[in-house]
């Protein structure tokens, strides 16, 4: 199982350069395909490219469906993307320490999104006749939360808009990667702090 295991993940890593030269490619020539003057080469390449592509993601599908629910590929795999090492007990309190110092900066960081995913603030211009002591510019703050990506607010005439908080929005894509590195980067550093410490 293990040998199993090792084989899928190092299949993704390194079947990912592939699946971006097929991605780039398709990008570029959308129809390379079906071009008559492609030489056989190139329409074999082609070939072997989409189907690694199609296999690549059903493996990664499956691995992140069996990542998810078996607790031992769960072990094996964060283990290894997390670098965690514990031969010892001095390592699983550096593990220890590392895993509390990651946890409580990724806490931090997700209130920091969820406050900020929740929160609009909007600038825009209103009629001569509506102006407030000659101020024709008003803000408006907005604060909600909903199941869905977008909640509720007034609406206001787009072409009236100045700034709109929701334009610099992250996406929720960019926010887990964020989210992701964020947590790496505070346990592995927390972890090679530590073991400094104890060579000094």
Not at 8 to 23: A, D, K, R
Not at 93 to 114: D, E, N, P, Q, V
Request: charged letters at 20%; one cysteine or more; glycine letters at 2%.
């Amino acid at each position: 199982m293990n040998k199993v295991i090792r084989f899928i993940q190092n299949y993704l890593i390194l079947g990912l350069p592939f699946v971006v030269v097929c991605m780039v490619w398709e990008t570029i020539y959308p129809e390379i395909e079906f071009v008559e003057s492609s030489s056989m080469f190139t329409k074999f390449l082609w070939e072997t490219l989409a189907c690694n592509l199609m296999l690549w993601f059903i493996v990664l599908i499956l691995f992140l469906f069996s990542l998810v629910v078996l607790p031992s590929i769960r072990e094996k795999t964060l283990r290894r993307l997390a670098n965690l090492k514990e031969r010892d007990e001095r390592e699983q309190y550096i593990t220890g320490k590392a895993s509390r110092a990651a946890y409580i900066a990724t806490l931090s960081l997700m209130l920091f999104f969820l406050f900020f995913s929740m929160f609009t603030l909007n600038i825009y211009s209103v009629p001569k006749e509506q102006a407030i002591a000659g101020h024709r510019h008003r803000a408006t703050i907005n604060f909600g939360f909903s199941l869905h990506n977008n909640f509720a607010i007034k609406k206001i005439p787009e072409e009236k808009i100045l700034f709109d908080s929701k334009d610099i929005s992250l996406s929720n894509p960019a926010m887990i990667l964020i989210l992701l590195s964020w947590q790496l980067l505070v346990f592995n550093f927390t972890a090679r702090k530590e073991q400094y410490k104890d060579i000094d």
